[in-house]
């Protein structure tokens, strides 16, 4: 499978190269406004490949992107220390306006995976330039944040967070929900597991686990500048999914027809993702407060995308 990245900065070098080292792709253009970048990645990438699995990995313009299966978005600014996602909305989309025209000149059937912030919004914003259909406009959503509530669930029960099955839901970003009514270890309800490990899940184990997921980003990029070895990942194992049509269930942002009474809106539920993009979206078992809390999300996001005209 083809895959093109644009935007050759520290999210999308980081999916080319976990692509390179997952074996996701037999092919990986990196695209970027600033080519000396774009090139010195794909160079560096296509070193780890003698340690991973075949794959051809180059830089290029637009047009080296004919023929791509899937193309990841990552291009645009990024949050500087304290500023959240959505402060970043109008510069992306200007961004988007360019760099969508270049990528569709290319490949006009290609599926687009966002990953520039804010992703939900971006999202829809990708939608409404490429004229796709919804299922194969895909932003990585909560898919990074679902990540960090297994390691953190999983730290606390002792078990990996391969064995922990649980989904951050809404928004990428601060109105962000933990879905902790349906979350399960194995087969059992978070809760339950923790009592019979000895590691109950209390009041303040929840609220430490929700400030570790809900500010994770604010901690990394103050300490280090960005985020992007979990990110890079994620949008890995979703290139997978789709290549493999694997079926996979995860928490991906697609437009929404209707979610808590919110209407097209784009934002993360968990979903089937296959060779043709999302195929079927879940709605897992809510308490009140989750659906509510998903509920002020959805809105958040819709008079945001609103905003944009
Ligand atoms: N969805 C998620 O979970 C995450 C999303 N992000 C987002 O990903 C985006 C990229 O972040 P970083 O890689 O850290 O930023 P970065 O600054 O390292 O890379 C961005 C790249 O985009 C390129 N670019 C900017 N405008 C362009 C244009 N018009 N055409 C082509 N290339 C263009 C720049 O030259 C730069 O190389 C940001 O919006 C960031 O907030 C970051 C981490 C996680
Ligand atoms: C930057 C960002 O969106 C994250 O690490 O969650």
Redesign the pocket.
């Known amino acids: 499978m083809k895959i093109g990245i ?9 999916a080319g190269y976990a692509l390179a080292l997952r074996g996701g792709a037999s092919e990986i253009v990196l ?4 080519m000396a ?2 090139v010195a990645q794909a160079e560096d990438i296509a070193h780890a490949v003698p340690f991973a699995h075949p794959c051809r990995v180059s830089a290029g313009d637009y047009d080296a992107l004919e023929g791509a299966d899937l193309v990841i978005l ?6 500087k220390p304290g500023e959240d ?1 959505i402060s ?1 909305l109008s510069r ?1 989309a200007e ?1 988007f306006a ?2 969508i025209a ?1 990528v569709q000149k290319a490949a006009p059937e290609t599926m687009l995976l ?4 804010p ?1 939900d919004v ?1 999202t829809e914003v990708a939608l409404r330039i490429s004229g796709l259909p919804r299922e194969k406009v895909i ?3 909560t ?3 679902t990540a960090r509530f297994r390691s953190l669930l999983g730290d606390h029960l002792g078990v990996a967070p391969q064995s922990v099955h649980a989904y951050v839901l809404g928004e ?1 970003g601060d109105s962000e929900v933990l879905a902790w009514a349906s979350a399960r270890a194995g087969s059992e309800p978070v809760a339950r597991f923790g009592v019979q490990v000895g590691a109950a899940i209390t009041q303040s184990v929840r609220e430490r686990i929700d400030e570790g997921v809900r500010r994770a ?1 604010y901690r990394i990029i103050e300490g280090k500048g ?3 070895y ?2 890079g990942a ?1 949008l890995a194992r979703i290139v997978q999914a789709v290549r493999d049509d694997q079926r996979s269930v995860l928490s991906v942002s697609i437009v929404t027809p209707e979610v808590e009474g919110v209407t097209d809106v784009a934002l993360s539920l968990p979903r089937v993702v296959g060779r043709s993009g999302v195929m079927t979206t879940l709605l897992p078992e809510l308490a009140e407060d989750e659906a509510s809390a998903l509920r002020r999300s959805a809105e958040m996001l819709k008079q945001t995308a609103l905003s944009l005209g």
């Open positions: 644009v935007g050759a900065g520290m999210v999308g070098s980081a695209v970027d406004r600033n970048l774009a990552a291009a645009g600014v990024a949050q996602r970043l992306n961004v360019q760099v270049g966002v990953a520039s912030n992703v971006m932003g990585s959503g898919i990074l944040d990428h980003a960005a985020t992007w979990g990110i994620g």
